[in-house]
């Protein structure tokens, strides 16, 4: 189970009301590569995981995704709770401005809604984590996109921290795969599925 | 070399990465770690575009005594959280654990004591940090994402 904590896990304080950046910003809460995506591929893939301890990364990687969430959606709400009905209109939010006013939803930023297909949980080990692997570079890209074309150092902060998060968690998915690999032959890796075939599985 | 050896087929290793195991580090300051996002120096890999020292929390001289505990909570909580991921995988590396159960600790008491002086971030601390109230407290003190306190 979760428990609420009342802070953020890295403090967000943005001054200057930005609409265009929160349009752009907005992608990493309900975007492809977004934390709503990483959280829900983690926290899904981790129960059938044939290595108690990688199912446990997941499950602490998927909870400090949760907080990542929360750090992008107080970044688009602070980007835009003061946000006048001249810059609705003109700042290049006017289409997310109809639909839900300055409220939170998860979308991508050219506005395609969050959805389950942009992750997957497969039922393999192998090919769950490089699904996990691939998401921590493709996020990475995504800050790295965001950090080249916005300046308000309010906001680079936390972009900048976030990430630095891809980089750590894409290490910790590779020592997960090193894991998983010790408990099968490394002859070849791929005679069965561990998650499907657990009767082969060596135990540990 | 003869021919039979240099077309053996070993598919050992073939069709599959290796990563690196981690090996420790002596961890940055909590102050840096949190503004570089890991207590890890070697695992600081920064973007050219992004070299800018900045730190959201840190060396703000006006912060008020409440900010100053906050910020360690963000701080000495950040550690927990990265070496959290690092044991997951190391689990018997002693110099992480050691860190791990001190920052532990510290962040019990550091809560506490901000539950005290401020408000609760966590219902345990109204009961460690203010076991005289009589309010409920959980409704005290700014929401999170309303960027009041930092």
């Known amino acids: 189970m979760w428990s609420y904590e009342k802070r953020l896990q890295y403090p967000v304080k943005i001054n200057k009301t930005c609409p265009k950046t929160a349009q752009l910003i907005i992608s990493q809460y309900g975007g492809p590569d977004g934390e709503l995506s990483a959280s829900m591929r983690y926290l899904a893939q981790r129960y059938s995981m044939p290595v108690k301890k990688v199912g446990g990364l997941l499950t602490d990687i998927g909870t400090e995704e949760i907080n990542h969430m929360e750090i992008i959606c107080a970044m688009v709400y602070q980007l835009t709770r003061n946000l006048t ?28 809604p969050f959805t389950a297909l942009e992750f997957q949980s497969k039922g393999d080990a192998f090919a769950d984590l490089y699904e996990d692997l691939a998401a921590e570079q493709k996020a990475r890209t995504v800050y790295e996109n965001l950090l080249r074309v916005i300046e308000d150092p309010d906001v680079r902060a936390p972009l900048k921290f976030l990430r630095a998060r891809e980089i750590v968690h894409f290490q910790r998915f590779g020592e997960a795969l090193e894991m998983t690999k010790e408990k099968l032959d490394s002859k070849n890796f791929y005679y069965f599925n561990p998650e499907f075939d657990k009767a082969l599985l060596q135990k540990p | 070399m003869n021919s039979s050896d240099s077309c053996t087929c070993k598919s050992e290793t073939l069709a599959m990465t290796t990563t690196p195991m981690q090996t420790w580090c002596d961890p940055y300051d909590l102050d840096t770690a949190l503004g570089a996002g890991t207590i890890f120096p070697c695992l600081n890999l920064e973007f050219f575009l992004a070299k800018e020292k900045n730190s959201a929390v840190c060396g703000n001289p006006t912060l008020s005594a409440e900010d100053k505990l906050l910020t360690q909570i963000y701080q000495v909580s950040f550690g927990i959280n990265d070496l959290t991921l690092y044991l997951d995988t190391h689990p018997d590396c002693e110099q992480g654990l050691s860190l791990f159960k001190e920052l532990l600790r510290k962040r019990l008491d550091l809560l506490a004591e901000y539950a005290k002086t401020a408000h609760p971030l966590t219902q345990l601390s109204i009961v460690t940090g203010t076991p005289e109230a009589t309010s409920y407290g959980w409704d005290d003190g700014p929401m999170p994402w309303e960027g009041g306190h930092n």
């Open chain 1, 85 to 112: 009905p001249e810059q609705a209109k003109t700042a290049g939010f006017d289409a997310y401005y109809i639909d839900h006013t300055s409220g939170l939803w998860p979308q991508a930023a050219a506005g395609v």
